[in-house]
């Protein structure tokens, strides 16, 4: 009888870092006033029915979810006329417990700039600032250790960019954004950890793109089915990432990496052009450790 011959041992997969949660403040908008009436981006389309009910069902979903995991989520509350108000990643951004205000590119959720601004100055939020410049909050402004990774190309404007570094002292790198379908930045590009991003490199002009591999050699980056399916859209805290649950491969890749992908289902939200992230601002404060 034959014996097989020996085969070369196969080097064990490294262990993936052990991964923490740490508790988030967030500030949520409840999709009360939440139609599809106008289309401000490629996803969005008045001819297709929304289903308000479900809409609300599948955002209490994501509330309460956030609740389990042990975030605080403050809410505020969507007036009538600005039916994108439950994207509260938009407006403003939140870091060492100072605010910027956000300043929309398009007349139709120009008024959300003043809402929000409203519920900071009525919440205990003493160092806030109006911009100068057009920017969608968080849509386009992501916090990592490091940096403020800010998204241009499509809403926010690049002289927003000098704003956001005097107002909170980090270093801005501008990304431009090429594809319209990933029009804002949190639709190509999400903060895990740190400064571990995961993102989709298409979604970025070629020199971004350059700039991207050189600041994060070990990004995970999502191919295009699951950037398609909004998986960027995610919200991190360190270990668990919640995202769409269509974006399968990306959640397949986040647990090789120790993370615990949670897959939620905003299909009626997602009719408006946002997902997980959209609807989550998150209010970093020096109180919590951010
Ligand atoms: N309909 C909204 C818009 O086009 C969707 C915003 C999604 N928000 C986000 N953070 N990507 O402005």
């Known amino acids: 009888m034959k014996t097989a011959p ?7 997969a490294p262990a993936p870092p052990v991964r923490r949660a740490r508790a988030r403040r967030l500030l949520m908008c409840r999709p009360t006033t939440f139609e599809v009436s106008y289309a401000i981006n490629p996803w969005m389309d008045p001819a297709v029915p929304v289903d308000a009910a479900l ?3 599948q955002w209490e979903r994501l509330y309460r979810l956030y609740l389990a995991l042990g975030h605080q989520v403050e809410l505020i509350e969507a007036l009538p006329g600005l039916p994108d108000m439950v994207y509260a990643a938009n407006g403003a951004t939140v870091v060492d ?3 910027l205000g956000a300043r929309f590119r398009n007349a139709e959720r120009a008024a959300e700039g003043a809402a929000y601004l409203d519920w900071f100055r009525a919440h205990g939020f003493t160092e806030i600032h ?3 410049h057009i920017n969608e909050g968080e849509g386009d402004l992501l916090t990592c250790d490091s940096f403020i990774l800010a998204g241009w190309g499509f809403r926010t404007a690049p002289e927003a960019h000098r704003e956001v570094e005097a107002v909170f002292g980090r ?4 990304l431009e954004l090429v594809d319209p379908r990933f029009y804002h930045l949190d639709t190509a590009l999400a903060v895990l950890d740190g400064d571990e991003i995961m993102y989709h490199p298409e979604a970025f002009e070629p020199r ?8 994060f050699p070990d990004a995970l980056l999502a191919d295009r089915a699951d950037a398609e399916a909004f998986g960027l859209n995610a919200m991190s805290d360190g270990l668990n990432v919640v995202l769409p649950r269509a974006a399968e491969g990306l959640a397949r890749q986040l647990a090789e990496r120790g993370f615990n992908p949670i897959g939620v289902d905003l299909s009626e939200l997602l009719k408006g052009g946002g997902n997980v992230k959209c609807c989550t601002l998150e209010l970093r404060a020096p109180a919590l450790g951010q």
């Open 55 to 57: 809409a609300t069902a």
């Open 171 to 174: 270093p801005v790198i501008p």
């Open 208 to 215: 971004s793109r350059a700039l991207l591999r050189r600041l």
């Open 130 to 132: 109006d911009p100068l």
């Open 6 to 12: 020996a085969r070369p041992e196969a080097a064990p």
């Open 97 to 99: 417990g100072k605010v």
